[in-house]
């Protein structure tokens, strides 16, 4: 036990504070992915909800954007951000396409409808005119 | 109302002889032989001239044959003379509307809503005010 003990050299003591520190280093990097994580978090939230709720929230949504690519310094990420931004922007105009087609279609629906319901009803007015002629 | 009463004093063998003859003129319409439903109309019109029915068909079919202005003329002047028949007033109104004179038709139609009388009639004539009522795109 006691040689154990007294076996402890200096270059073993330098060890474990090197393992220390490396640990500490750890310690304050994982904290450092934490809280850029938070902050990731935090911006595409606010990216995502603030122009549903707030007053004023594209212009919000537009910061946070830009926040977030700046945080991150990547420009692909920005591109991919463009990209979603304008597919968003096509995927509205052809929704607003759909509507007008749709609409369009029920416009003449009732159009047919009402002109195939014309055709009926002349058709059975002539009919009974011609009947009343018998009695 | 002298033609009505003149409608009403015909032979009722020689109206009904009229009336199968509209009834053929109908069906051949429908077959689209429509020179043979013209000329069922025209024996139609021969056997009851003081009808405004047999003239109304007839009209109808020369519309269904392209012949759009003699129809209109015809259907004006069954409006003359026969102003109580609300069937020549609503056909005549159709003709206005597709000749593309809506003003006319809409008095027609206003005239033809005071004399309608049967429930066809005023079918007929809430139909053709649901076709042509919308404004046209």
Not at chain 1, 18 to 31: C, L, N, V
Not at chain 2, 40 to 54: F, I, K, N
Not at chain 2, 65 to 71: H, P, V
Not at chain 2, 92 to 108: D, M, N, P, T
Request: with cysteine; aromatic share 4%; net charge positive.
């Amino acid at each position: 036990m006691v040689n154990r003990i007294g076996g402890h050299s200096r270059g073993a003591m330098s060890v474990g504070h090197k393992t220390m520190a490396k640990a500490e280093q750890e310690k304050k990097g994982t904290f450092k992915k934490v809280l850029s994580g938070s902050v990731d978090v935090a911006l595409q939230a606010t990216s995502a909800v603030a122009p549903a709720l707030l007053p004023g929230g594209t212009l919000l949504k537009m910061g946070a954007d830009k926040l977030y690519q700046l945080k991150n310094g990547e420009q692909a990420q920005g591109q991919e951000l463009d990209k979603m931004w304008q597919m968003q922007q096509d995927s509205q105009m052809f929704n607003m396409q759909y509507m007008q087609l749709q609409q369009r279609i029920q416009a003449d629906n009732r159009d047919f409808s009402a002109m195939s319901n014309l055709l009926k009803v002349r058709h059975d007015t002539a009919k009974a005119a011609i009947n009343n002629m018998h009695a | 109302m002298m033609a009505k009463a003149n409608a009403e004093t015909i032979d009722p063998e020689v109206r009904a002889q009229a009336g199968r003859e509209l009834g053929r003129a109908m069906v051949l319409l429908e077959m689209e032989e429509s020179e043979a439903a013209l000329q069922a109309c025209e024996r139609a019109v021969g056997l009851a001239p003081q009808d405004a029915t047999p003239a109304v068909v007839r009209a109808l079919v020369w519309q269904a044959m392209g012949r759009g202005r003699e129809a209109l003329m015809e259907l004006k002047r069954i409006t003359r003379a026969w102003p109580e028949s609300a069937l020549g007033h609503i056909h005549f109104a159709e003709a206005c509307f597709l000749g593309g004179r809506e003003r006319a038709g809409w008095r027609a139609m206003d005239r033809a809503r005071q004399v309608c009388e049967t429930e066809d009639e005023r079918a007929l004539w809430g139909a053709m005010q649901e076709a042509w009522g919308a404004p046209r795109p």
